[in-house]
């Protein structure tokens, strides 16, 4: 995860992204269903 | 995390007497640390993991704990070894923008984080409030929350807090309470012991989320940056981290262990009791009081009232230091004065970002009708989720040669911690599929 300077996306970034989107949406997705089935604790 | 004592060091071999004394001087951050990890969220989901899967779920402690003595012990080191913080190397050594993204996502979880722990505080009101002639409970537990989030408040900017948390720290002894009542209980150990070493898997939703929220709560990660704070802090440099290694691995063991004693309590009563009556008669957890049970073969009656004494000086133990290390290492990863030596008007953001989490974690927590152990068990989950993200960048930061020298990480290190990252993540994305296609998950 060095410094790019030429404009290249770094795949490290990428994978890093791709995974804090995937804990957003797991997150979310756990909280909805909680709420959806009425019960706190799956 | 303003005072800096610098332990004496000769380079000479010492005596036993001399390395005792050492030990003693250096020990502290470990132990603390691993206090602060059996707190309102580790007390409330080891209760639940031990409720809801009886013993199942105890052999995760066993890699958990090796993983827990890694992780703390490569903080510990990156602390003695580079004299600065996580989030100062992170910010170094990575993109400002990096760092901005991977912090504000460690500060939504603390701020859950801290959350449960005025949680811990709201739960316990109404088993006080039982006590107490004339309370109205509801009132009760507002005035706790506030009184305690005014406390925290108060001790740690007046700098007392340093005092305050060795009497807190003393108090932890409470949770011997879980072992003393694990043993008394009588639990099938026979069952026990297998279920310790031979790993059992569900793939269920609530399995699978369980282990996510046991894991993120014993690996939280605002722990790493507290600890390599902590240790910086302290002082302690290379040729002593010998004894620091020792405090770390100390304190791992100890939070493990009561973990562990937690869960058999709580599968000896609760999951026992639920599978011999029907379901009308099922302790049903629905409030981190209903754990309480697990206590009573020990102190009967006031089982409860041992429940809420413990879980109220676990929250105001680590509410105490939570939000502190938080807005600490925000600082310091952006270079803004910090520290509680300093006055507002020079350290505004500090005590801008303190207050912050300190007045909304208190405050979502008062909302009537607030899902306490909603709000206990998911911080849990986010934990164990954003896990992976802190365990990568120690990883690339801990095998730079020019910031470790030779205390770069050996590969058996480095093996075991990738694994940690691989089984964690992928963990977190088959609890997203589950969170997406419900059907999925339930087996």
Redesign the interface.
Known sequence: MKNSTNGKKNPALIVLAAYMTIVAIGILAALVNAWRSGKILP | MNSVSRPISTGTRPSIWRSIVMFLSIVGPGIITANADNDVGGILTYS?AGA?FGYSLLWLLVPITLVLIIVQEMCARMGAITGKGLADLVRE???VK?TF??LL?FVLGDLGNTATEFAGVASSAPIFAGYLPFVNPEAFKIAMVVGAAVFVFTTVTKGSYKLIERVFFLFCAVYVAYVVSAVLVHPDWHDVIRSSFIPQFSGS??YV??IIAVIGTTISPWMQFYIQAAVVDKGIREEDYKYSRLDVVTGAIWTDVIAYFIIVACAATIYVHNLHVPAAHQIA??DPGDVAVALTPLVGKFASLLFALGLLNAAIFTASILPLSTAYYVCEAFGFERGVDHAFKDAPIFYSLYLSLVAIGAGVVIVPGA?L??II??SQ??NG??L??VL?LML?LINRPHLMGKHVNGPILNVITWAAVVVV?VL??V??IQ??F?SLGSV
């Open positions: 639940q809801q050594n990575f993109r990096v993204w991977v996502l939703k609530a989320l369980m957890v629905n899902p152990l909603g068990f998911y989950v986010a989720m954003l992976p993200i990568v690339l993540a977190t994305v609890s997203t969170g997406i419900p």
